[in-house]
């Protein structure tokens, strides 16, 4: 069964000149690269996109992070493309990413982990929304 995901290179990986891998991993899977669009997220979208941990300590942090610089959002697509894609970015934490995942092989740390993808079927619906009406 086809379904979609939003993924997004953070601004670590886009200064660090890692998109063109990130999405050639994606492609190499067989996923389909059907939106995509290099951007600054906004202090709203932020907030729309991270709203489950506004309230949280961490959130600051997070989101002066995420407005330091551009990111890069997708949209794929491929079957069963939302646990494929988080198989294939690995552990949020880098230390704990296995190699040959994105976050194994590239990540620095657990703030700085190069890349975000949704993680069920309802958080990707609302996502694309919030990226791409």
């Given at each position: 069964?086809?379904?979609?995901?939003?993924?997004?290179?953070?601004p670590?990986?886009?200064?660090?000149?890692?998109?063109?891998?990130?999405?050639?991993?994606?492609?190499?899977?067989?996923?389909?690269?059907?939106?995509?669009?290099?951007?600054?997220?906004?202090?709203?979208?932020?907030?729309?996109?991270?709203?489950?941990?506004?309230?949280?300590?961490?959130?600051?942090?997070?989101?002066?992070?995420?407005?330091?610089?551009?990111?890069?959002?997708?949209?794929?697509?491929?079957?069963r493309?939302?646990?494929?894609?988080?198989?294939?970015?690995?552990?949020?934490?880098?230390?704990?990413?296995?190699?040959?995942?994105?976050?194994?092989?590239?990540?620095?740390?657990?703030?700085?982990?190069?890349?975000?993808a949704?993680?069920?079927?309802?958080?990707?619906?609302?996502?694309?929304?919030?990226?791409?009406?």
């Amino acid at each position: 069964m086809s379904e979609q995901t939003l993924v997004f290179i953070k601004p670590d990986g886009v200064k660090r000149g890692l998109v063109g891998e990130v999405i050639s991993r994606f492609e190499r899977k067989g996923l389909v690269l059907n939106e995509c669009r290099h951007m600054m997220m906004t202090s709203e979208l932020s907030d729309a996109h991270y709203a489950e941990h506004i309230e949280r300590p961490f959130y600051p942090g997070l989101k002066e992070f995420i407005l330091s610089g551009p990111i890069v959002v997708m949209v794929l697509e491929g079957e069963r493309a939302i646990s494929v894609v988080r198989t294939m970015i690995g552990s949020t934490d880098s230390a704990e990413a296995a190699p040959g995942t994105i976050r194994g092989d590239l990540s620095l740390s657990k703030g700085e982990n190069i890349i975000h993808a949704s993680d069920s079927p309802e958080s990707a619906k609302r996502e694309i929304a919030n990226f791409f009406g």
